[in-house]
């Protein structure tokens, strides 16, 4: 009778999921329309330039952000500027041979050498070579946040104390108490992967959250904290919570912003893994939808060397758990 009822119900799952599964997809990207790591409107040209060989667009891009004082943006466009360096980097060698002394020549040359650093075997020696260019960088615009961050990332590669964490931090928030790039780099530092905890890591992400503007990104720092502790091990009854109130949060910022919007797009992606490992079907479906085409490398690669395609077959699982979950009939009434 059990062996019965386990069949049946195992049944009448896969014919809900058979019956809801293709109108669960309204909403979403077919497959091949969704894209990993697509660069933002302003950045798309100064990447098409590198790929020539000229930097200019790049040096007026972030001109522009350092003139402006606009730290999100310009450490955003850093990084994936570096990123592209570290496959072709003869633009920015040349960029740096004409104006060498120019600040936002300066900080992409200091995020790729700790980029490379941390890629290569040889990661110790190539972290001492690049705090020159880190300084060099930050001396560039004493205003700006972004070499502090990149600061941040060479402390946590060179094994320095928590001594010297706190002694960059305080230019961080000296400079930009709410940069989100800044905190995402200490919560890193502060984590069990490194030299704090799990407990550390949430309680500082949780109160960097309560200090941020409503639409800040760094509301969802506490997610952030929360994936690192579901990849590591099973959170007891008190840490879910935790989890599950640090979703709720990210949940509310992801609402601020409009569907497919790439600028929250790896915020949506972290947000949805958490709320796919906590088993929150329907929410992870809801910010799938709120993703739209933009997939991001992060949270993707730390399951798989195939970002894309885990994105892609998670997504699948989430509309197969909801649609399994559905009633498989509506009845009038009930």
């Known amino acids: 009778m059990v062996r019965t009822m386990s069949l049946l119900r195992a049944l ?13 997809a309204a909403g979403l990207p077919p497959d091949d329309a969704v894209l990993l790591d697509a660069p933002e409107g302003p950045l798309a040209p100064a ?10 667009d ?31 980097d003869g633009w920015l060698t040349d960029w740096l041979r004409a104006a060498p002394g120019d600040p936002d020549a300066l900080v992409v040359g200091a995020e790729l050498a700790v980029r490379r650093a941390w890629e290569s075997p040889a990661r110790a020696e190539l972290l001492r070579d690049a705090g020159p260019l880190i300084d060099a960088a930050a001396d560039g615009d004493p205003r700006d946040p972004v070499p ?17 964490f706190e002694e960059l ?29 799990h407990r550390e ?21 506490p997610a952030r904290a929360a994936f690192q502790q579901l990849l590591d091990c099973a959170p007891s009854p008190v840490q879910a919570d935790r989890i599950d109130r640090a979703a709720d949060l990210a ?26 490992r906590r088993g929150r079907w329907a929410e992870a479906l809801d910010q799938f939808r709120m993703i739209g085409p933009y997939a991001t490398s ?21 509309r197969l758990q909801v649609a399994s979950g559905m009633p498989l009939c509506h009845r009038p009434g009930r």
């Open 298 to 318: 992060f949270p993707w690669t730390r399951l798989s060397e195939d970002p894309l395609r885990e994105f892609l077959e998670t997504r699948d699982e989430v």
């Open 251 to 276: 949940i509310d910022l992801s609402g601020r912003y409009r569907a497919g919007d790439p600028w929250p797009a790896e915020a949506r992606n972290l947000l949805a893994y958490v709320l796919v």
């Open 148 to 164: 502090w961050r990149i600061a941040l990332d060479h402390a946590r590669g060179t094994h320095a104390p928590h001594s010297h």
């Open 47 to 56: 990447l098409l330039s590198a790929a020539l060989g000229e930097y200019e």
């Open 169 to 197: 931090w305080a230019q961080v928030v000296r400079r930009s108490a709410h940069h989100y790039g800044c905190h995402v780099s200490a919560l890193l530092f502060l984590s069990a992967q490194w030299y704090g905890s």
């Open 58 to 88: 790049a040096a007026k891009l972030l001109a522009t952000t350092r003139e402006g004082g606009e730290w999100e943006s310009r450490d955003r466009y850093v990084m994936k500027l570096a990123v592209f360096a570290s496959r072709r």
């Open 201 to 221: 890591c949430l309680d500082f992400a949780e109160g960097a959250a309560r200090r941020a503007l409503p639409a800040s990104l760094v509301r969802t720092l």
């Open 12 to 24: 009448i799952s896969t014919a809900r999921m058979v019956r809801h599964t293709p109108r669960l």
